[in-house]
């Protein structure tokens, strides 16, 4: 079936630099997105979110790009900290208002000192 | 108040046990979910309670069940597991279903022996 997924199992960056984390999607009826992140022996933690009327949006020190016309979302996050050290996962809501919320592959984000 | 409270933490149970999982939430969801996740692999859906009502269920087996006593409620019912449904099980709630963050749980880490 349809899914979601990702173009890097793994990402390595410097403290300091910028990450880029990127996700494609397949299923041309989603229209809202959100980046979750997930360390280690916890649940996903909301980052940001994203519906399909807009093509980028900004919070502290992350944004969100989209571009439906390739079907592909990313995730630039600004002066990678270690505590940014963590699964990053993209998910898609494919179900309208039924809350069908399908997650991608993720992206393991480690961050040298 | 912004909590998804899922117990218990851990849970080992024997394939001929019956057990329950909880979770719950004071924010005033009205939508609340239960995921599965395999080491190193996404969130997988397995059902959706919106307005206490069932409005999705993932093809999940029947030795899962579901049941929502409340709106702050939510409860999964085990009975005759394998050992590959061993798993982390995420509980999540969002303020409806479809176009609003969901808050995650921490999870229920469950072994099937």
Redesign the interface.
């Known amino acids: 079936g349809e899914s979601v997924g990702l173009h890097l199992p793994t990402l390595s960056v410097q403290e300091g630099d910028n990450s880029i984390i990127n996700c494609a999607y397949s299923n041309s009826a989603s229209d809202y997105f959100i980046w979750y992140k997930q360390e280690s022996g916890k649940g996903p933690q909301f980052i940001i979110d994203i519906r399909s009327n807009m093509d980028k949006r900004q919070g502290q020190r992350v944004t969100v790009l989209l571009n439906k016309t390739v079907k592909h979302l990313s995730l630039q996050i600004a002066a990678t900290q270690p505590g940014d050290s963590a699964v990053y996962f993209c998910a898609e809501n494919a179900g309208g208002s039924q809350g069908n919320l399908i997650f991608g592959k993720g992206t393991k984000l480690s961050v040298k000192p | 108040d912004t909590e998804?409270t899922q117990t218990p933490k851990h849970l080992v149970m024997g394939m001929t046990n019956k057990k329950s999982l909880k979770c719950e939430q004071h924010m005033g969801h009205r939508?609340m979910?239960w995921y599965k996740q395999k080491a190193?692999?996404?969130?997988?859906?397995m059902f959706?309670y919106?307005y206490e009502k069932l409005?999705?269920n993932e093809s999940v087996p029947s030795r899962f069940s579901p049941e929502c006593p409340n709106s702050s409620l939510l409860n999964l019912h085990l009975h005759a597991l394998q050992p590959e449904d061993s798993a982390l099980y995420?509980c999540?709630s969002?303020q409806?279903?479809?176009?609003t963050?969901?808050?995650?749980?921490?999870?229920t880490r469950l072994t099937v022996v």
């Open positions: 998804v939508a979910y190193k692999k996404p969130p997988e859906l959706v919106s409005s999705i995420l999540a969002s409806e279903s479809g176009y963050e969901a808050f995650f749980g921490q999870g």
